[in-house]
């Protein structure tokens, strides 16, 4: 009972774990910008992906294959912010979000020209006895994946709460105007935060893909995930992303496994639902905060 | 200290400023008046930098700002108290002010901007006693010491002032402009001032100008304004009449 | 009806009635077809996001409501088609106040996933529940109406259209009224139409309700005319689709829903040439579209049209 | 016409309003002055229905109205306006009227979708009900324009205008002159006199303008801190010491800075 209770829980926690990612992701554009940036998805297979050809491909070491894919996935959001967000000035808010899903699909475009339609894998980052806890067997890579989400959490979490940049970061969003007048390069933030995002997304796509693959049309579905991971815990609130990715990778797993595997997104969704039903603003902002904040 | 020369402005095909020249000198409080739409605020977004000018020249300390970002300019010493005071409403007070220092902020001064904001609350007590507020839950007065005390965490030698007594009531009306002559006194700040309470702009002023429909119409030491007759009946109403 | 729109309107039949004489292609037809249908989707959510302001990505689970209770109904029950089709429209409306009461308290982004996950939860249940599950059925009647059955390509797309047309003309009307109007305040400033009395809440249900009943009813149209259906048409997919089709043709004008619903079906159609690229290639239409024309195909048409005319006049 | 009954409301610990009453004859213009934070908007909010107070009761016309919803409080007679204009900016000036008449007409979804020929002659009437207030705020000159391109001086009238499309009995008017230049504020004070006296509308008028508050006002409350610390006719109101202290500051105006100092 237990043991297979626990084994839906791991590979909840390991899936959940880029669900956060994803989620935090989003959060780090909306806090810079309000715009949700639906490429989000793209972003972890593009970690993915490049991770493998570095890494597989041309046989670089590790540790310098993680490097390239990271530089490789920021230059990547740095273009894209550069080509589409910047050149239009006051944007409205759902045009940006149509032009982040069109990139998204520029994206996908390329992604299959170089990789073709196949998923690719590589080898765990440790080689080594699965652990097992009263059973349930745990992948080493599974200990990595979480453990690697749980370290960006603490960084950004850091980097919002504690620094000034991550704190005028958040002013762009709050009141662009304000923020110029203070001295803040907005533009410049904007920029920041695009590539620290694509930066997120990647680390999430070059750790889980050892266990789950990656192909290049996965962006989608991770970006919808992930999105309902931001919302369930309340938008902008990195806790909240964490928290919901969690929960929905956990709900999942757990409904594919007692109930029906068919059924494992409704379920996740319905208790989205319930949440915004019920508390609007989702689990961790408050009515006053989504009231001071436009969206 | 400032110094505009023929500034023109376009915002799109609407002429908004039309060879307006200025000077602000150091140590002044400087205010512009003037009627709703007349381009007061237009021509202090074009000093701060958000908006570009079409024609003409300004220069702030012998250094032509007409091209400069809104960042460089705050760096150069021009804070910009906007109309509406536009606080970060989801941030507290205390990192309101730790924004406005974003310009010099670094580690090693993180002492100095320390002393600062402790300064500001000595300025401003009751933001002291808000410090962990988020911003948008304080009151309109609060928001307006909130927005000049941000500016000013920017260490600036100019400070431009969009109406700061847009909705307060009367007493904090006084109490602000108050501040704003403290300001200079102490620290010798220098302020150009737009107002639609013209009286008590003028009467704390130096210089005052005029604005009408994009042109500036009258100017001078703004004693003489208050008792020009035009002034009056435009813009300082009946009482102004008994008062003098 | 203002004298724009009447020209528009003009213009619209006298299209529809030439095209399938001018090109008797049934690809071309086909084609028009599928902009017709999408063509229905697109109008209900303009009417909803560019006049009312509530986003909504669960458009497609109206349209598969329509397709599935109108085939199901049609095929096992035997009802003919036309009371099928009012059938599901009304289903549609069920859902649409089931899900509305909740939803509508919600603003942007959060209402957004709100609808998201209604249109993906009818999607698994029609995977997990449908008829033929996840593959989907077929057999499925073509339209017919007073005993006459149409078959013909040609006669689906005037049937399509027409409805369209129609379609058109009612929310036309309806935006010109003192009820369009208050869906725009209601856009612009719900603290301030509460305080005119209006009825916020039943405004928005209402328009919630419209918008799903034109998903509905292009759902239906979908499923008598292609006779088989399976749940991957009425995906997220599709509800984003209908998303790009209002934003390109631009949100604030109705014609705009009809414009980019054909815009966006006949697109891949074009693209098909570049073979490989035409993923790519879509999406960097998409891309430089929005960027270059933000405010949308016909309110930039417009805009053109009337400079040329100012321009005519200050020569005279 | 309207009683406020020790109305108290608290956010999150904070009192904004402790026990207040005062009561407004019909005909009067009232004003209701006091410090920022004082507590004033957050009445407004409660009888137009948007806050619901911990305690206490508003009786409009002998009818309690405390529990109802902001519209239905609209539809019995009470419009208003607001401290930061929340006109329809993306609609023209005689579209911010026309919807002012949404609650005063009827033609519902479908009769307006298929154009049915009472909706047209009622559209007719509200186009021409609207022109009429239009003219009658001066404002008819600016029909077509997008409300947003007006001056804030002439938005805070249109405002107005659309209060008065819903024909009520008591408007209440948020800071109508805050931004408002002396020239402005003399034209919307005698529009909001000229409103009481020929339309026979009960007004509350929550100000800071004292020279618009002691012009037209008949009576005045000031509220301090959420509570009524004066109430009776201007004159008493502006004498009155507690007042002088907790608002309108001494007698000295604003120090002459600049001569004073050098």
């Known amino acids: 009972m237990l043991t297979v209770f626990l084994q839906f829980l791991f590979s909840g926690l390991t899936v959940g774990a880029v669900y956060a990612l994803v989620g935090i992701g989003f959060n780090i554009t909306y806090n810079a910008t309000s715009i949700i940036n639906l490429a989000q998805g793209e972003f972890v297979v593009i970690g993915g992906l490049m991770m493998w050809f570095f890494s597989e491909s041309l046989k670089l070491p590790f540790l310098v294959s993680v490097a390239f894919t990271i530089v490789t996935a920021g230059i990547v959001g740095l273009f894209m912010e550069r080509l589409t967000i910047k050149p239009l000035k006051n944007p409205d808010l759902l045009l940006m979000i149509m032009i982040t899903i069109a990139v998204s699909i520029v994206l996908r475009g390329l992604l299959m020209l170089s990789f073709g339609k196949n998923p690719y894998v590589y080898p765990s980052f440790t080689e080594g006895e699965p652990v097992s806890i009263y059973g349930a067997i745990i992948q080493q890579q599974t200990l990595w994946v979480i453990g690697i989400t749980g370290f960006c959490i603490i960084v950004l979490f850091f980097f919002f709460k504690k620094t000034i940049t991550g704190k005028a970061m958040l002013a762009c969003a709050v009141n662009p105007t304000a923020a110029q007048l203070v001295g803040i390069n907005v533009s410049k933030m904007v920029m920041v935060s695009f590539v620290l995002s694509a930066i997120v997304g990647a680390i999430g796509g070059i750790a889980i893909t050892p266990i789950s693959l990656m192909e290049y049309d996965k962006g989608p579905m991770l970006a919808v995930k992930g999105f309902c991971a931001a919302i369930m815990g309340g938008l902008g609130s990195n806790r909240g992303a964490v928290l919901g990715g969690f929960l929905i990778g956990i709900l999942e797993s757990m409904t594919a496994g007692y109930i029906h595997s068919g059924l494992k997104d409704a379920v996740a969704l319905i208790i989205l639902l319930l949440i915004l039903f019920f508390k609007p603003a989702g689990i961790f902002v408050s009515k006053t905060m989504l009231q001071l904040r436009k969206f | ?244 | ?316 | 016409m309207l009683s406020i009954k020790e109305i108290s409301k608290s956010f999150g610990g904070l009192t904004a309003l402790r026990q207040i009453s005062f009561d407004v004859k019909k005909g009067d213009i009232k004003a209701l002055i006091g410090p920022n934070g004082a507590g004033k908007t957050t009445l407004l909010n409660i009888v137009s229905g948007i806050y619901q107070p911990d305690n206490g009761e508003v009786i409009f016309l002998g009818e309690k109205i405390v529990h109802l919803a902001p519209t239905k409080i609209a539809r019995k007679g009470i419009s208003r306006t607001f401290q930061h204009v929340e006109l329809f900016g993306n609609m023209t000036v005689i579209e911010n009227i026309m919807v002012g008449r949404h609650a005063k007409t009827k033609s519902g979804f479908f009769s307006s979708g298929f154009k049915l020929p009472f909706v047209m002659k009622e559209e007719r009437e509200i186009q021409r009900k609207s022109e009429e207030i239009l003219e009658y705020i001066n404002l008819g000159h600016r029909k077509d324009e997008y409300a947003s391109n007006l001056p804030i001086g002439e938005q805070r009238i249109l405002e107005i205008g659309r209060a008065l499309a819903t024909e009520p009995r008591l408007v209440l008017l948020d800071e109508p002159a805050a931004g408002l230049n002396m020239r402005e504020t003399r034209n919307l004070g005698e529009i909001i006199k000229k409103i009481r006296e020929e339309l026979k509308i009960t007004i509350v008028l929550v100000e800071h303008d004292m020279d618009l508050v002691m012009r037209i006002s008949d009576s005045v409350t000031v509220l301090n801190f959420g509570e009524v610390i004066a109430d009776g006719t201007p004159l008493e109101v502006q004498k009155n010491p507690e007042v002088i202290v907790a608002y309108l500051g001494d007698e000295e105006d604003i120090p002459r800075g600049y001569n004073a100092h050098t």
């Open chain 2, 1 to 244: 200290m400032l110094i505009l020369k023929n500034v023109d402005i376009f915002y799109g095909k609407i002429h908004a400023i039309k060879r307006v020249s200025l000077h602000v000198n150091k140590g002044e409080i400087v205010t512009l008046i003037g009627s709703n739409g007349a381009g007061k605020t237009t021509l202090l977004r074009t000093i701060s930098g958000l908006i570009r000018s079409t024609n003409g020249s300004l220069v702030f300390d012998n250094l032509d700002i007409s091209k400069q970002s809104p960042d460089t300019i705050v760096k150069k010493g021009i804070s910009h108290v906007p109309e509406g005071r536009l606080v970060f409403k989801p941030l507290n007070v205390e990192d309101n002010l730790l924004l406005g220092s974003f310009n010099w902020y670094s580690f090693k001064n993180r002492s100095e901007i320390k002393n600062d904001v402790e300064m500001i609350y000595s300025i401003f007590p009751i933001l002291k006693k808000r410090k962990k507020q988020l911003a948008g839950t304080l009151s309109g007065g609060e928001q307006q010491m909130l927005a000049i005390g941000r500016a000013l965490m920017a260490r600036p030698k100019l400070l431009l002032l969009d109406e700061p007594s847009m909705g307060l009531a009367p007493i904090v009306i006084k109490e602000i402009f108050k501040y704003i002559v403290e300001l200079r006194n102490t620290f010798g700040l220098t302020v150009l001032l737009i107002e639609q309470n013209a009286r008590s702009a003028l009467r704390i002023a130096h210089t005052g100008y005029v604005l009408e429909t994009g042109r500036i119409i009258l100017q001078g030491p703004a004693e003489d304004l208050l008792l020009n007759k035009d002034v009056q009946r435009a813009y300082l109403g009946r009482d102004v009449d008994y008062e003098i």
């Open chain 3, 1 to 316: 009806m203002k004298k724009g729109d009447s020209i528009a309107f003009f213009v619209l039949i006298f299209l529809i009635i030439l095209l399938p004489v001018l090109s008797g292609s049934t690809y071309t037809l086909t084609v028009g077809i599928f902009s017709g249908i999408n063509a229905l989707v697109a109008i209900g959510l303009c009417i909803l996001m560019g006049y009312a302001g509530q986003v909504s990505l669960g458009q497609a689970g109206f349209y598969g409501i329509g397709a599935y209770v109108s085939s199901v109904l049609s095929l096992h029950i035997g009802l003919p088609i036309v009371i099928s089709t009012i059938f599901a429209m009304i289903v549609a409306a069920i859902a649409a106040v089931i899900l509305s009461v909740p939803a509508l308290r919600l603003k942007g982004h959060y209402l957004a996933v709100a609808t998201l996950g209604f249109g993906e939860i009818i999607y698994i249940i029609l995977n997990e529940w449908g008829p033929g599950g996840p593959s989907g059925f077929g057999d499925i009647p073509h339209f017919s109406l007073l005993g006459y059955t149409v078959d013909s390509t040609t006669g689906y797309f005037y049937l399509i259209w027409g409805l369209v047309a129609a379609v058109m003309f009612f929310s036309i009307n309806l935006i010109h009224s003192r009820t369009g109007r208050a869906l725009r305040a209601i856009h612009e400033s719900e603290l301030a139409c509460n305080a005119m009395g209006l009825n916020v809440v039943a405004l928005k249900i209402k328009v919630f309700i419209l918008s799903a009943v034109y998903a509905s009813l292009a759902g239906s149209l979908y499923a008598h005319y292609v006779t088989f259906i399976s749940p991957s048409s009425f995906s997220l997919f599709y509800s984003i689709l209908v998303l790009m089709m209002v934003i390109v043709g631009g949100i604030t004008n109705l014609w705009g829903a009809i414009i980019g619903a054909v815009v966006i079906t006949v697109l891949p159609e074009l693209l098909r040439r570049f073979e490989e690229l035409d993923v790519l290639v879509y999406g960097l239409i998409l891309t430089l579209s929005l960027m270059f024309f933000k405010k949308g195909l016909v309110p930039i048409l417009i805009e053109k049209i009337k400079k040329l005319r100012g321009f005519a006049v200050a020569k005279h």
